[in-house]
C-alpha cells in the first residue's frame, strides 16, 4: 500500500512538470514548419482624432446710426459781398439723411450780380432753388459721421435782368469810340433750368457742426430770354456767356439736427478646432 502511494505520488509530480513545460513550448503550425511563438497581449494604441472645424460667434458690434435734417450756410456767397462790390448772395443748404448711403439734399438761394463787360454792363437778380440726391461712398468707423458724396440736382431760377449801359461796336474808330449809352431798361420774369452734378464732402469738426466744401458741373436745360437780350449770369446757375455748361462751387458750415437712430448689429463668425472626444 505504501509502494502504491508513493507511485502515485511519482506520477502527480511528473504530471505538474510536465504541464509546467508546456506552457513555454512554442506553437507549431498546422500548415508550415515555422513555428510562431505567441507575444503577450498588450493595450491597444489610443489613436489621436483629427480636431473637428467649429465655428463660433465672435462679440457682436452695436453700431447706432443717427438719421435726421442738417441744415447751413453757403460761407462763399455770404461774405463775397466783402470784397466783391459787384455782388450780393446767400445761400442755404440742407440734407435729409434717407437710408444708410443715400441723402435727400436741396439748396435755396439768393442772387444779385452785376457784370461789367467791354461792350455792356448789366445785372441780374433772382432766387433759385435746387434739389436731388446724394450717395455717400466713405466707409465711417464707428459712430463717425464724415461724408464723401456725388449726387444729382435739378435747378430752377426766376430772376430779371437789367441793362446798364452799352457801346456801339465802331470797327474804324478814327475819332475815337462812342460814349456808352445809358440804357436802364429792365426785363423781368425770367426764368432757367438746369441739370448738375454734385461732388462734395462735410467732416464733423465739433458734435453736430460740419463743414464741407462742393463743386457743381451744370449744364444748361431752358434759358427764357428777352428779345434783343442774352441773359448774362443766371443766379444759381452762374456765367452764360461762355456757352450752355457752368461750374460752381460752395463752403458750407451746417449743423445736424437728429431726429431718430437706427442699431445695426455687426456679428462675426471665427472658425475653432476642437478636438474629437476618445470614444
Excluded: C
Excluded at 502527480?12 to 509546467?20: A, H, I, K, P, T
Excluded at 455792356?120 to 465711417?140: E, H, R, V
Excluded at 434759358?223 to 434783343?228: L, T
Amino acid at each position: 500500500m505504501k509502494h502504491t502511494l508513493k507511485f502515485i505520488s511519482s506520477l502527480s509530480l511528473l504530471f505538474s512538470m510536465f504541464l509546467g513545460y508546456a506552457q513555454d513550448v512554442p506553437e507549431i503550425s498546422k500548415n508550415k514548419d515555422t513555428i510562431v511563438t505567441k507575444k503577450p497581449q498588450t493595450e491597444k494604441t489610443v489613436k489621436t482624432a483629427k480636431p473637428e472645424v467649429q465655428e463660433t460667434q465672435k462679440d457682436s458690434v452695436v453700431k447706432t446710426d443717427r438719421y435726421g435734417l442738417r441744415v447751413g450756410v453757403d460761407l462763399y456767397k455770404l461774405t463775397r459781398g466783402l470784397y466783391d462790390k459787384n455782388y450780393k448772395g446767400v445761400e442755404f443748404v440742407g440734407d435729409w439723411r434717407l437710408t444708410k448711403k443715400y441723402y435727400i439734399a436741396a439748396e435755396l438761394g439768393y442772387e444779385d450780380k452785376t457784370t461789367e463787360d467791354d461792350r455792356l454792363t448789366s445785372s441780374a437778380n433772382g432766387t433759385y432753388i435746387k434739389a436731388g440726391f446724394d450717395y455717400n461712398f466713405y466707409q465711417n468707423w464707428l459712430d463717425m459721421e464724415n461724408l464723401i458724396t456725388i449726387g444729382m440736382r435739378g435747378g430752377f431760377s426766376t430772376f430779371s435782368q437789367e441793362l446798364i449801359n452799352y457801346k456801339i461796336y465802331n470797327p474804324n474808330p478814327y475819332w475815337g469810340e462812342l460814349p456808352p449809352i445809358a440804357e436802364g431798361q429792365k426785363y423781368n420774369g425770367l426764368t432757367a433750368t438746369w441739370i448738375e452734378v454734385a461732388m462734395g464732402l462735410k467732416a464733423q469738426v465739433f458734435r453736430n457742426v460740419f463743414v464741407g466744401f462742393g463743386v457743381q458741373l451744370k449744364l444748361l436745360a431752358t434759358n427764357k430770354e428777352p428779345n434783343n437780350f442774352e441773359n448774362l449770369y443766371i443766379p444759381g446757375f452762374n456765367r452764360t456767356y461762355d456757352g450752355s455748361f457752368g461750374i460752381g462751387f460752395n463752403y458750407t458750415v451746417s449743423y445736424f439736427i437728429p431726429i431718430y437712430k437706427k442699431k445695426t448689429m455687426a456679428s462675426e463668425t471665427a472658425k475653432k478646432e476642437e478636438p474629437k472626444k476618445k470614444k
